[in-house]
């Protein structure tokens, strides 16, 4: 997969790309790989400028072709500009104004001279017919469609960039064409021919859809050409991927298939969502392959009983098992849960804390936080990571051994993991169906109806249930609180808010010691406080029983996954529980915050979560978990529908993949 470069020092002359390798291309033919956003229409010429003409089309773009009436006239107040005319081969002339670099405009308009091209709006001003927006354009450019290239601030300008890749392109074309055919077909340059005839619905040759991706007669075709670029992008990663999971190898260990001892030592008995989950983990681990597969449900939904089923029925077996957790609070009630379920497994938890002369090699299983990665565990079997999107890629591959078992676990996955599920590299169990009734109403609320908001607070409180409220951000003890963005800062908020219940309110965040947070979720627990005021931080790992409400302040600060997860907070009981997002700023991201309100399914938000993040880097060693990534094409992210369609059509393809 191509890689963005490093800008130069120095704009080179001549052959050299300079510059314009900021955007990407290290090579001259990888300019053809650089596409335009969009088109400028300059295809409406105008050489006659007669008022009586002209007036009917007031608000029309034109290109007006004439050439300079008089000198320009430099003004720079009240903003810098120059003004000038042009006149037509019959005398007749229009008025103009440009906007910005006097100089460089100044200059440009005095080059061209008699054959003056200047594209804008058609207005009128006191009865004059003049041409708002204006803007020099190379004569070359007139009666065309015009690229538009992105540019780079402060590096490359986007008309340099055109000036680059346009004078460049037909060198470019051959070496451009033979790697789309390399890429997307394995040099077979029929197959290549096939492909694009498959996606864009006619034949089409690869240099045909090179030229017409820049420089297309109309923008229907452009698009059509860029479309086809893109598809093949996405067709290329596709294979890759699905080539990566085909080179797993072989599992170091093969795990029995039958669960029903452990499951029987269960103080409580297992849905059919659980039964099933556990026997297709086995299942999976009892292939030739290792197995790397995704547990996915909300909260509720029995998630540890199935791994735990799962860890001690390999166990069983002979397999050293590892658990990666994301808090010390999390690996406490995992090791706690296994060992109260069945007493005769060796598991022991590991923190930060864990004495260094603690030996680890031979237990069997490790329950344990991120200290895990840093002590010497052996080679482990299974390992198991849960809340697996508070992980990087590498944090959750890092105990694996040559051969090692994998399962995630989580209720809303990272993006990049979503989409290795959809594209079936990953295996996937899910979980639906709840131990107790429950019930979460998502409310989106604004600046206006913040009254309403705190008199709902209050009906919460006033019924013996407590209230989390969330801060995208900790602040420091002994700020000031006053204000909006003293909200948003949870040391400040917890000000207020004990200002407002005093003696009710308790703070949490990541700035504050170990103790000081026990306490504080302590205090809620004895009911000695009704409101904890925390950041993101209590996320995953506290069950507080009385929380009924939830209420996250500029919600639209946080993602999709983390406002799920801390909305699995409330109501663990059972019941009905409330979440409100609270984003006082006009228009802000409303339109994704709604999917909470539509869905209290985690794996749906995660669907809806690729969509609008994308999927980060698919390679096996890349921890980009999220962003829509170049693939074949500079600056041009792959679409998570491109990748989909492309995992269609290799589904439907006759050609094998290369």
Same mark, same amino acid.
């Given at each position: 997969?191509?890689?963005?470069?490093?800008?130069?020092?120095?704009?080179?002359?001549?052959?050299?790309?300079?510059?314009?390798?900021?955007?990407?291309?290290?090579?001259?033919?990888?300019?053809?790989?650089?596409?335009?956003?969009?088109?400028?229409?300059?295809?409406?010429?105008?050489?006659?400028?007669?008022?009586?003409?002209?007036?009917?089309?007031?608000?029309?773009?034109?290109?007006?072709?004439?050439?300079?009436?008089?000198?320009?006239?430099?003004?720079?107040?009240?903003?810098?500009?120059?003004?000038?005319?042009?006149?037509?081969?019959?005398?007749?002339?229009?008025?103009?104004?440009?906007?910005?670099?006097?100089?460089?405009?100044?200059?440009?308009?005095?080059?061209?001279?008699?054959?003056?091209?200047?594209?804008?709006?058609?207005?009128?001003?006191?009865?004059?017919?003049?041409?708002?927006?204006?803007?020099?354009?190379?004569?070359?450019?007139?009666?065309?469609?015009?690229?538009?290239?992105?540019?780079?601030?402060?590096?490359?300008?986007?008309?340099?960039?055109?000036?680059?890749?346009?004078?460049?392109?037909?060198?470019?074309?051959?070496?451009?064409?033979?790697?789309?055919?390399?890429?997307?077909?394995?040099?077979?340059?029929?197959?290549?021919?096939?492909?694009?005839?498959?996606?864009?619905?006619?034949?089409?040759?690869?240099?045909?859809?090179?030229?017409?991706?820049?420089?297309?007669?109309?923008?229907?075709?452009?698009?059509?050409?860029?479309?086809?670029?893109?598809?093949?992008?996405?067709?290329?990663?596709?294979?890759?991927?699905?080539?990566?999971?085909?080179?797993?190898?072989?599992?170091?260990?093969?795990?029995?298939?039958?669960?029903?001892?452990?499951?029987?030592?269960?103080?409580?008995?297992?849905?059919?969502?659980?039964?099933?989950?556990?026997?297709?983990?086995?299942?999976?681990?009892?292939?030739?392959?290792?197995?790397?597969?995704?547990?996915?449900?909300?909260?509720?939904?029995?998630?540890?009983?199935?791994?735990?089923?799962?860890?001690?029925?390999?166990?069983?077996? *002979?397999?050293? $098992?590892? +658990?990666?957790? =994301?808090?010390? /609070?999390?690996?406490?009630?995992? #090791?706690?849960?296994?060992? !109260?379920?069945?007493?005769?497994?060796?598991?022991?938890?590991?923190?930060?804390?864990?004495?260094?002369?603690?030996?680890?090699?031979?237990?069997?299983?490790?329950?344990?936080?991120?200290?895990?990665?840093?002590?010497?565990?052996?080679?482990?079997?299974?390992?198991?990571?849960?809340?697996?999107?508070?992980?990087?890629?590498?944090?959750?591959?890092?105990?694996?051994?040559?051969?090692?078992?994998?399962?995630?676990?989580?209720?809303?996955?990272?993006?990049?993991?979503?989409?290795?599920?959809?594209?079936?590299?990953?295996?996937?169990?899910?979980?639906?169906?709840?131990?107790?009734?429950?019930?979460?109403?998502?409310?989106?609320?604004?600046?206006?109806?913040?009254?309403?908001?705190?008199?709902?607070?209050?009906?919460?409180?006033?019924? *013996?249930?407590? $209230?989390? +409220?969330?801060? =995208?951000?900790? /602040?420091?003890?002994?700020?000031? #609180?006053?204000?909006?963005? !003293?909200?948003?800062?949870?040391?400040?908020?917890?000000?207020?808010?004990?200002?407002?219940?005093?003696?009710?309110?308790?703070?949490?965040?990541?700035?504050?010691?170990?103790?000081?947070?026990?306490?504080?979720?302590?205090?809620?627990?004895?009911?000695?406080?009704?409101?904890?005021?925390?950041?993101?931080?209590?996320?995953?790992?506290?069950?507080?029983?009385?929380?009924?409400?939830?209420?996250?302040?500029?919600?639209?600060?946080?993602?999709?996954?983390?406002?799920?997860?801390?909305?699995?907070?409330?109501?663990?009981?059972?019941?009905?529980?409330?979440?409100?997002?609270?984003?006082?700023?006009?228009?802000?991201?409303?339109?994704?915050?709604?999917?909470?309100?539509?869905?209290?399914?985690?794996?749906?938000?995660?669907?809806?979560?690729?969509?609008?993040?994308?999927?980060?880097?698919?390679?096996? /060693?890349?921890?980009?978990?999220?962003?829509?990534?170049?693939?074949?094409?500079?600056?041009?992210?792959?679409?998570?529908?491109?990748?989909?369609?492309?995992?269609?059509?290799?589904?439907?393809?006759?050609?094998?993949?290369?």
């Amino acid at each position: 997969m191509l890689q963005s470069a490093q800008a130069s020092a120095t704009d080179k002359p001549g052959g050299g790309l300079g510059r314009l390798t900021a955007l990407g291309p290290r090579e001259p033919w990888q300019v053809a790989l650089l596409l335009p956003r969009t088109w400028d229409d300059l295809s409406n010429v105008v050489t006659a400028f007669e008022a009586v003409a002209l007036r009917p089309r007031l608000g029309e773009t034109v290109v007006l072709r004439g050439r300079l009436a008089d000198l320009p006239q430099t003004h720079f107040r009240p903003v810098p500009r120059v003004n000038a005319r042009i006149i037509d081969a019959q005398g007749r002339s229009v008025s103009f104004a440009i906007f910005g670099n006097t100089a460089d405009t100044a200059k440009a308009l005095t080059d061209a001279g008699g054959d003056l091209c200047l594209w804008g709006r058609i207005d009128e001003f006191k009865g004059e017919i003049q041409l708002a927006n204006s803007e020099v354009v190379h004569p070359a450019w007139a009666g065309r469609l015009r690229p538009r290239y992105p540019g780079k601030s402060s590096v490359i300008g986007a008309a340099l960039v055109r000036e680059r890749v346009v004078e460049g392109l037909r060198a470019a074309l051959d070496e451009a064409e033979q790697y789309l055919c390399e890429q997307a077909a394995g040099g077979d340059r029929a197959r290549l021919l096939d492909l694009i005839e498959t996606i864009a619905g006619e034949p089409m040759g690869p240099r045909q859809v090179l030229v017409e991706a820049h420089v297309p007669r109309t923008v229907e075709r452009g698009q059509r050409a860029q479309s086809v670029l893109e598809r093949l992008s996405a067709l290329v990663l596709v294979r890759s991927t699905l080539a990566e999971r085909d080179r797993r190898g072989e599992a170091r260990w093969h795990a029995p298939r039958d669960a029903g001892k452990r499951a029987a030592g269960l103080p409580f008995t297992l849905n059919t969502d659980q039964d099933r989950a556990i026997q297709e983990t086995l299942e999976d681990m009892a292939e030739g392959a290792p197995m790397h597969r995704l547990l996915a449900g909300d909260v509720g939904t029995g998630k540890t009983a199935v791994y735990g089923v799962v860890a001690a029925t390999a166990m069983d077996a *002979g397999a050293r $098992v590892a +658990v990666l957790a =994301p808090n010390t /609070g999390l690996v406490a009630q995992i #090791a706690e849960n296994l060992s !109260a379920w069945w007493p005769d497994l060796d598991v022991l938890a590991v923190t930060g804390a864990t004495r260094k002369r603690e030996k680890l090699v031979d237990r069997q299983c490790l329950v344990g936080t991120t200290a895990l990665l840093h002590r010497d565990i052996g080679e482990r079997d299974l390992v198991i990571v849960d809340e697996q999107h508070k992980f990087s890629r590498g944090q959750r591959e890092e105990l694996l051994a040559a051969g090692c078992h994998l399962l995630e676990v989580t209720a809303t996955c990272t993006p990049r993991s979503q989409a290795l599920v959809e594209l079936g590299v990953r295996e996937t169990s899910r979980l639906t169906m709840r131990s107790v009734k429950r019930r979460v109403e998502t409310r989106l609320w604004d600046k206006d109806s913040r009254p309403e908001l705190m008199e709902a607070i209050e009906q919460s409180l006033g019924r *013996g249930e407590q $209230v989390l +409220v969330i801060c =995208p951000e900790r /602040g420091e003890q002994g700020g000031k #609180a006053n204000g909006a963005e !003293a909200r948003k800062r949870a040391s400040d908020a917890f000000v207020l808010w004990e200002k407002r219940f005093p003696g009710r309110v308790r703070l949490s965040h990541g700035g504050l010691k170990a103790a000081e947070k026990t306490e504080a979720l302590q205090a809620m627990r004895d009911g000695e406080a009704d409101i904890l005021v925390s950041t993101t931080v209590v996320e995953v790992g506290i069950d507080l029983p009385r929380l009924n409400r939830v209420v996250v302040l500029h919600a639209n600060r946080l993602g999709l996954v983390t406002l799920h997860q801390i909305r699995g907070r409330v109501a663990r009981a059972g019941g009905t529980g409330y979440c409100d997002l609270y984003v006082p700023d006009d228009g802000a991201e409303v339109e994704r915050l709604n999917v909470l309100c539509q869905t209290d399914d985690g794996f749906e938000i995660a669907e809806k979560d690729l969509r609008l993040r994308g999927f980060g880097d698919l390679s096996s /060693g890349s921890d980009a978990e999220k962003g829509f990534l170049d693939g074949l094409l500079f600056q041009r992210g792959i679409e998570v529908a491109h990748v989909e369609e492309a995992a269609r059509l290799l589904e439907n393809t006759p050609f094998p993949p290369t």
